[in-house]
């Protein structure tokens, strides 16, 4: 599997394409004021407390207030509680948590009313970004991720993904957090460490451990609802997480996001600052790459898969819909059921596409085509788990159901990607009316009298839809001859692909544009 990350920065901000064998399967856009984002660390004020909901309203500096659930407080929130406040009040000056003294773990089952008020100080880190009309959702159980492991205040514990299974690496990988992490510290260590040599790992520590300093130095100085530490860019923590030998290109835009990831990459993998590059080309980007194609093929409500069938996306404000049909699709017409188990399984491989590429989340309902065979069913809802085995969001994917749906829950923590694909028409400016082409090329001849006797202008091009273009230059005697005959001087005509049937422009000798 080849990938590649095609990184464009607009006037909008960076929008970041992850493609695996040229094909599209994750989009992120990334604001410049990246505020909010998913990691980032606030000093939160408490402006409400909901002992109804168990929970708190907070105030981080959003328009709207942040969700604090007690479940999210984490079983140190006291300790943390009591660290900000005496950082604050300049009676704990460490940058570790050496002669920090912990304070006892919070009551699974208790209430949010006995351990915060209202006007309170306390670091929150943004656990879903604001989606919709709500806020951002809090987690007060602070944690610093790396590529490698996830550093956890006021914890001994060391974790390992249960994805690494060999017990003889989940030992050695134990033994060497253990030797080098600080004390207070809990460490996560992630899946991509399997293997991974001691000094990579320790560095990686290293740099969360120095992250971990600075909050803790701008910790007494951060005004309430301020951000005191940023996650890094989109772009950087998808290659964080991604990184890996098969990535084979990435592409920026911009000369400055360039330097930025090229550091980046060299900081984590220096063998792989060979594969970041600065696309210079003439074209967009997105362009250049077809990526552009492919947002348009596949954000819209319907989305055509290669053998003929199409899937048919609704959402709701409570789940999304997804409808399998079959189209135009007859690869084994004596067979009903290998036909439907057919398409089924490419609609399942774009399923799982769909929903990287677009960030669903929540509830989403698929309605395959109806399968007879037992051992059809179960194939397909194996194939399906196997395609979503590339998704890094949790989800939950459950047996069909007997009337064939398949539900599938995905943790969503970003706004989904929602792009408008339908364009508004440039013949009639959305009005349904277009000016009779009848007379379309009375105003081509009108405007061309305009430029070569008015404005006296030499070696012009008319540049029109194929269609016009075709009109104006075939036949024995054609319409540009006649103008030629007419004007003394021949007109280059052009046609344009990408202009409406009624759309004309003409351009100078510099292949400057002429404003008529």
Same mark, same amino acid.
């Given at each position: ?94 940058? @570790?948590?050496?002669?920090?003294? /912990? +304070?006892?773990?919070?009551? *699974? #089952?208790?209430?949010? %009313? &006995?351990? $915060?008020?209202?006007?309170?100080? @306390?670091?929150?880190?943004?656990? /879903? +970004?604001?989606?919709?009309? *709500? #806020?951002?959702?809090? %987690? &007060?159980? $602070? ?22 299974? &060999? ?350």
């Amino acid at each position: 599997m080849v990938k590649e990350l095609i990184i464009n920065l607009t006037s909008s901000g960076v929008t970041i394409a992850l493609m695996q064998d040229k094909q599209l399967v994750e989009l992120n856009k990334e604001q410049l004021d990246n505020s909010y984002a998913v990691g980032d660390i606030y000093m939160g004020r408490i402006k409400k407390i909901m002992p109804g909901l168990n929970a708190a309203f907070v105030d981080v500096g959003y328009e709207k207030d942040a969700f604090l659930h007690y479940l999210d407080l984490g079983p140190q929130v006291q300790s943390l509680l009591k660290l900000n406040k005496q950082v604050r009040g300049n009676s704990y000056k460490d940058r @570790l948590l050496d002669n920090f003294k /912990k +304070e006892a773990d919070i009551d *699974k #089952g208790g209430k949010i %009313s &006995s351990i $915060l008020t209202k006007n309170q100080l @306390l670091p929150v880190q943004i656990a /879903k +970004e604001p989606i919709s009309t *709500k #806020g951002p959702r809090l %987690s &007060s159980d $602070l944690s610093i991720a790396g590529r490698f492991v996830v550093l956890v205040p006021f914890s001994d514990v060391i974790s390992i993904s249960k994805k690494i299974r &060999s017990n003889t690496e989940r030992t050695r990988l134990k033994k060497i957090v253990e030797g080098i992490k600080p004390a207070n510290f809990g460490v996560i260590i992630r899946t991509v460490s399997e293997h991974k040599g001691v000094a990579e790992i320790q560095k990686d520590l290293l740099d969360l451990i120095s992250k971990w300093e600075t909050l803790m130095k701008k910790l007494p100085t951060t005004d309430p609802s301020k951000r005191i530490l940023g996650e890094m860019g989109r772009a950087s923590t998808i290659l964080r997480d991604l990184l890996n030998d098969e990535f084979s290109n990435v592409y920026v835009n911009d000369p400055a996001i360039y330097e930025e990831v090229k550091s980046y990459v060299h900081e984590i993998s220096p063998e792989l600052e060979k594969i970041v590059k600065l696309y210079k080309g003439k074209e967009p980007i997105f362009e250049h790459f077809g990526i552009e194609k492919q947002i348009k093929g596949s954000f819209g409500r319907t989305v055509n898969l290669a053998g003929g069938a199409y899937l048919v996306v609704e959402h709701t404000e409570a789940l999304h819909v997804i409808d399998v049909n079959s189209g135009n699709r007859t690869a084994s017409p004596e067979n009903q059921e290998e036909n439907a188990f057919m398409v089924n399984k490419e609609a399942a491989k774009e399923i799982a596409r769909q929903l990287r590429l677009r960030d669903m989340g929540g509830i989403v309902v698929v309605d395959f085509i109806d399968m007879h065979k037992a051992p059809n069913r179960k194939d397909l809802f194996d194939y399906l788990k196997s395609e979503m085995l590339l998704d890094r969001a949790k989800h939950t994917i459950l047996p069909p159901s007997k009337f064939g749906l398949v539900q599938i829950t995905r943790q969503r923590v970003r706004p989904e990607m929602n792009i408008v694909t339908n364009e508004k028409c440039p013949s009639c400016d959305g009005t349904g009316e277009i000016k009779a082409s009848i007379v379309l090329l009375d105003d081509i001849v009108a405007n061309l009298d305009y430029v070569l006797n008015e404005q006296a202008e030499k070696g012009i091009t008319l540049c029109v839809h194929p269609y016009i273009a075709a009109f104006i230059t075939k036949g024995l005697v054609s319409l540009q001859m006649k103008w030629f005959f007419k004007y003394s001087q021949w007109i280059k005509v052009r046609s344009v692909s990408s202009y409406h049937l009624t759309e004309f422009h003409f351009l100078s000798a510099k292949e400057e544009e002429i404003k008529l």
